[in-house]
Structures are given as C-alpha cells and as structure tokens.
C-alpha cells in the first residue's frame, strides 16, 4: 500500500518515491505527499521529476479498486516506468489554502449545532450543508464567531482512536452523508483544542490562526432540512 506521508505530516511540500504501477487511472506511488480527493476536499496538484524531465499532475484520486492515491498526469504525457524514482512535489500555495479552509469549516462546525449532509472547498471559498429545519442562521454573528476563534489561535492536532472507542461515542460523527472509515481498527480524528473534535481524513492548518479573517457570505435554503453556509477567504 502507499504510504500517504501528508497524513502524519500536512506541511511535507516533496518526498522521493518510487513508481509502483500506472495504468488508466493515472500514476501509483510507493509513497506521497499528495491528498486524494475526498471528504469535499480536492486532489493536490504538483509535478513529478524523474530522469525524463517533470511531468504535471492535475489531479489526486482514490484508485477505485484499492483506495490508494492515484496521481493522473495530463492528458499524453507518457508515465515513467514501474521501478523509476521521482520528486513528487506540491503546488503549495494551492494546498494551504485547502487545509485553510478545510479547518475553517470544523470552526464552523462547532458554532453550529446541526449535522453536516455536505459540504465543498477550494482555493477561494468553502461551503458547509447542515441539518437545520428549525433554526435561523445569521451572517454577521457567524463571520464573527468564525474571526474570533481563528484570532484564538488555537492548536489543531490529529489523533487516532480504535473502531471500538468511536462506536461507543457516536456524537463525534457529524457528517450524515459521509461516515468515517472504519475496518482498519483505528480512526483519524481532528482536534482543535477546546473547540471541535470530529472523525476527519483530510489536511489541515496547525493553528487556527493560520486560516487568516473570513467572511460567512450566502445562507441558502437547500430544501426543507437543509441549509447551506458559504464561507470566503477574506483577504
């Protein structure tokens, strides 16, 4: 199996690596640094840098049939061979923006007291889809619930727990559309510090204070049950 390195370490820009295999889903590594998409979270974006000159990757994918990331180069590009070793490195910029926000939306998350049916992010924006039938949301006071937990720079720390402990605890699940992934005896959760504390696989900021001010734009009535909160980067 890959060994997915961004899952110990979120700020690993490159690693060395060595082609395992490639075929019509793009390019399988014995090691990355680059997420798959996933949990409304993009695939990372990067080049790999072998004996032949770099090639771009425009997207990371879960291979449908193992669940391992797959890096798909663009269209004619011709795959380095099985055995090759590469430079697999990050767009960067693109990524930290991703784990901004992506922490952003657990902040949200725990001003919020509704269960998650969906949820989006990229560059620019992010986008959570709640359970509310019954509750009024405001713009102002959210942006500024959101602003002052990120000016409390808070510590933002991955830890793992058996299959067991969460079964036990079901109230750390807030997703509804999507459940954490279970079977290997342990699950990854996010913990941000007096905050939130949610089963989670993506990337994410070390403080809260890294996010840097947003602004809560569209409060949107997705039908009866659902209501979505759209979230800017404001600067």
Known sequence: MTEELFRSDAYLRSCTARIVATDAFGVRLDRTVFYPEGGGQPGDTGTLMGAGGPLKIVDTRKHPAT???????????????????????????????????HTCLHLLCSLVAGAVTGGALSETKGRLDLDLPDTALDRETLTAGLNRLIAENHAVLARW????????????????SVKPPMGTGRVRLLD????????????????????????????????????RVNIAFAA
């Open 67 to 101: 669940g391992e990331p797959i890096h798909v180069l663009e269209a004619g590009a011709a795959p380095p061979a099985p055995g090759d070793a590469v430079n697999a490195t990050l767009d960067w910029e693109r990524r930290h923006k991703h784990m901004r926000m």
């Open 161 to 176: 727990i058996g299959d067991a402990e969460l079964e036990a605890t079901p109230d750390l699940v807030r997703t509804m």
């Open 192 to 227: 941000i510090a007096g905050v939130d504390l949610q089963p989670c696989g993506g990337t994410h900021v070390a403080r809260t204070g890294e996010i840097g001010p947003v602004v809560v734009g569209k409060i949107e009535n997705k039908g009866r049950h659902n209501r």
